[in-house]
Structure formats: structure tokens, C-alpha cells
């Protein structure tokens, strides 16, 4: 199978259980969609690059993928008109996030650590 289809199954499993954190229901159901929902996060953004640009190196598209949740977890601290009606869609809710919390990072950290691996098992 080539590394693509291999790339594009593991952005659809990332994708897929993040999305399922958010439809979480019941005791801990905000915990699990505010924060381990940011651990398939970062795995989502590499499978999407490499899916794209699957001779990109690993470690490269890694590091940029956990600096780009860094920064868009950052640009939460930000409200400026434009952004504000952005993340009022589910998209921009999405991508974008609303609320900064720094214990969102290590499970960046962990998700892109889980990325990682599982792209260079993949690759």
C-alpha cells in the first residue's frame, strides 16, 4: 500500500476520534472534549501534510504540525472582529479553538509525540 493511503487511514482515524471527543457525553465529557480532544490534534495536522506530501520528512512536518497548535493556541488570546466570527462556525471552532488553556499542552505534546511514532511506523 502506498505511503498516501497509509497517511490518509491514520488522518482519518486522528480526525475521526477527535471528532468523537466532542460528542462525548456524560461524567468528564467536558474534560474529554477540551482537552484529550487536543491530543488528536496535532496527529490530525501531520497525516494531513503527509497525506499531501508524503516524502516530506517525518520529524519536519512533525515539529511544524505541534508549532502550529502552539501558535493557533496562542492566537486564542486574540479576539479581533474577523477571528471572533470565524470561530462562531464549526469549522473555525474547529481549527481555530476559543478558549487558551495551558493544560491543553501537554496533550500537544503527547499527541504529537503519538504522531510521530505512528508516522514513522507508517512511513
Known amino acids: 500500500m502506498a505511503p498516501r493511503v497509509?497517511?490518509?487511514?491514520?488522518l482519518l482515524l486522528a480526525g475521526?476520534?477527535?471528532?468523537?471527543?466532542?460528542?462525548c457525553c456524560g461524567p468528564g465529557s467536558t474534560w474529554?472534549?477540551?482537552h484529550v480532544g487536543g491530543f488528536f490534534y496535532v496527529p490530525a495536522w501531520?497525516?494531513?501534510?503527509?497525506?499531501?506530501f508524503p516524502r516530506a520528512s517525518v520529524t519536519w512536518v512533525s515539529s511544524g504540525a505541534f508549532a502550529l497548535t502552539c501558535a493557533l493556541e496562542f492566537l486564542q488570546l486574540w479576539d479581533p472582529p474577523l477571528l471572533h466570527s470565524v470561530?462562531?462556525?464549526f469549522v473555525g471552532q474547529i481549527v481555530l479553538g476559543s478558549t487558551f488553556s495551558w493544560a491543553d499542552y501537554p496533550w500537544y505534546v503527547l499527541g504529537g509525540l503519538a504522531g510521530w511514532s505512528l508516522?514513522?511506523?507508517v512511513a
Open 6 to 10: 497509509r497517511y490518509a487511514i491514520c
Open 16 to 23: 475521526g476520534l477527535g471528532a468523537a471527543t466532542l460528542s
Open 32 to 34: 474529554i472534549s477540551t
Open 46 to 52: 501531520i497525516f494531513l501534510v503527509l497525506t499531501v
Open 87 to 89: 470561530r462562531a462556525t
Open 119 to 121: 508516522a514513522r511506523l
